[in-house]
């Protein structure tokens, strides 16, 4: 509503009429232009038995293995091909094994100034008292995104082969909520009450401690996410879906990585294994410090978190 | 001062002891006993009692601190969950076995309990 | 004063080496029956009873180890093998009475048949 016009004139406004058209409330090709219902699909006999028949044929000429030479051969030469083959990587394999340096040698790759080198700088560098979340999510950050892009990925994939597409055995499920499991187990439920904040706070500090002492993104994820299991067990899928769904879980996850991508995205493409972000590193030990660690670990540990879940809830039910 | 570290040191070893002691009359439980629900009745009074000393132990060897804060929470929350799991499994067991009976004298179910066993 | 310290010191080492060795043992005895349980409640008995005693041995660990984090793995364990125990009761009470829901419309089927 405008507050200059009048109700008359606001209606005649080309600002109305596309608000209008954008809200769906009227469509303007309905009565303009002249719409022609299209016929239901219906196939008279004699097409129906062209298509056996053709199919019939195909069939044969495809499947009949027995009868074609040529599919017979290209079996044999097949397997043939593939033992030869498996038998050739195995044996470019163990030549390359013969090249590797003896287990404990001094010389060795594994004993190179790089693990001195990380030892000695990391706290200088990334301002983290552990360093394993300093070399994860600072020096090796980009290995870190891909991992969370494969979880992400992998969510999608179980997604795409689990969904119950069945409408109506969906709607059935829902209507029952775990059809067969036993519900509303009253002790259950008093305790989840009180451990499920438990061990979702429990997990909050294991990743806000990342940088600090062992965990991080990774295992205090999977701590908010077993808690998440634990509600769903007691109380049910229709008491989670108020506050998480499909939708929340999509946007989680597209926000979390989206934020991981545009933190770290310089430095990935400048190829540098540090780079300076502006933020102070702050005093080693304190929670505010060492830069973009904490941030970057609570986005590894919401994507871990959403997908535990996800996982549990699409091999229960097939979809969430 | 001595006298003093040694008589902590011997409180928290005790408890520890008891606590080792009440894991062993529990697994001897767990072994003697014929049928899963007697065992659970072993296995679920062994758990909480014996995590309470053997973690009492340890905090009084420890001393007071952030350490001793999170053994705390851990018998805490093991209170919680280990009578809740006792209960789901002994739910689960009369659940799925059909020949109840025989184990066991069981007084006659009413009809939603029936049900409810499915 | 000094070599009394260093009594205690032995003393703690050596109960703090013995315990968990013992406890061990006991985890063995657990994981046995966990193979022998004729029924599932039994092994998950079981292996309810080995998450125990291994919470008990990290904690000792932590204290002998004077680290303070090993703690955190104690809790950590607790809260699996709770969620393991109402998890894997839940799911085998489901798939028990859907097996009998479908054993009994075959059995329905082929009577009426």
């Known amino acids: 509503m405008s507050r200059l016009l009048s109700e008359e004139e606001y209606r005649k406004t080309k600002a109305f009429k596309i608000k209008r058209w954008y809200r769906g409330e009227k469509d303007p090709y309905v009565g303009a232009v002249e719409l022609k219902p299209q016929k239901p699909f219906t196939e008279d006999i004699n097409t129906m038995k062209h298509r056996v028949r053709d199919e019939a044929i195909l069939k044969r000429k495809i499947y009949d293995i027995e009868h074609n030479r040529k599919l017979q051969i290209f079996s044999k030469f097949y397997r043939a091909v593939s033992v030869l083959f498996v038998f050739t990587l195995i044996g470019i394999l163990l030549y390359m094994v013969s090249y590797l340096p003896p287990v404990g040698n001094a010389a060795n790759p594994d004993n190179n100034e790089v693990a001195t080198k990380y030892i000695e700088d990391a706290m200088k560098d990334t301002g983290a008292v552990n360093i394993v979340t300093g070399m994860i999510l600072d020096y090796r950050a980009f290995d870190t995104l891909g991992e969370s892009n494969v979880l992400f990925i992998a969510t999608c994939t179980v997604l795409i082969l689990l969904r119950v597409d069945n409408r109506s055995k969906k709607e059935e499920e829902e209507a029952n909520d775990r059809l067969y499991e036993p519900k509303n187990d009253i002790i259950l439920q008093k305790v989840a009450f009180f451990l499920v904040p438990m061990i979702i706070i429990f997990g909050i500090y294991v990743i806000l401690n990342g940088h600090l002492s062992p965990g991080g993104g990774f295992s205090g994820g999977a701590i908010i996410g077993s808690g998440l299991i634990l509600y769903v067990n007691a109380f049910g899928f229709k008491k989670i879906e108020r506050f998480f769904t499909q939708k929340t879980y999509k946007w989680i996850c597209f926000a979390a990585l989206l934020f991981y991508c545009l933190a770290k995205t310089y430095s990935f493409y400048c190829g540098a294994h540090h780079l300076e972000t502006g933020i102070p590193l702050g005093t080693p030990g304190a929670i505010l410090s060492s830069g973009l660690i904490l941030p970057l670990n609570i986005c590894v540990g919401m994507v871990v978190a959403c997908t535990m879940y996800a996982f549990y809830a699409m091999f229960r039910k097939g979809g969430f | 001062m001595t006298a003093l570290l040694w008589i902590r040191f011997l409180v928290g070893i005790i408890l520890l002891l008891c606590g080792i002691v009440v894991f062993g009359i529990e697994l001897f439980g767990v072994f003697r006993f014929e049928y899963v629900l007697n065992r659970m009745h072993a296995a679920a009074m062994g758990d909480t009692l014996g995590i309470a000393l053997s973690m009492g132990g340890l905090i009084v060897l420890c001393g007071l601190n952030f350490i001793t804060l999170k053994m705390i929470l851990v018998v805490v929350f093991l209170w919680f969950a280990s009578p809740v799991s006792s209960h789901v499994l002994a739910r689960f067991e009369v659940a799925t076995n059909e020949e109840l009976d025989k184990e066991c004298d069981v007084e006659a179910l009413s009809e939603e309990k029936q049900s409810e066993r499915g | ?113």
């Open chain 3, 1 to 113: 004063m000094n070599s009394e310290n260093v009594a205690l010191e032995t003393a703690f080492e050596i109960a703090m080496t013995v315990f968990p060795v013992i406890l061990a043992l006991m985890v063995f005895l657990c994981l046995i029956r966990a193979i022998k349980g004729p029924r599932i409640a039994d092994r998950i008995v079981a292996i309810n009873m080995m998450g125990t005693l291994t919470m008990v041995i990290i904690a000792i660990l932590a204290v002998k180890m004077n680290e303070g984090y090993l703690v955190d793995i104690c809790i950590i364990y607790a809260m699996i093998s709770f969620l393991a125990v109402t998890l894997l009761t839940k799911v085998y009470m489901g798939v028990y009475a859907e097996r009998k829901k479908k054993e009994a419309e075959k059995h329905d089927s082929t009577t009426v048949d």
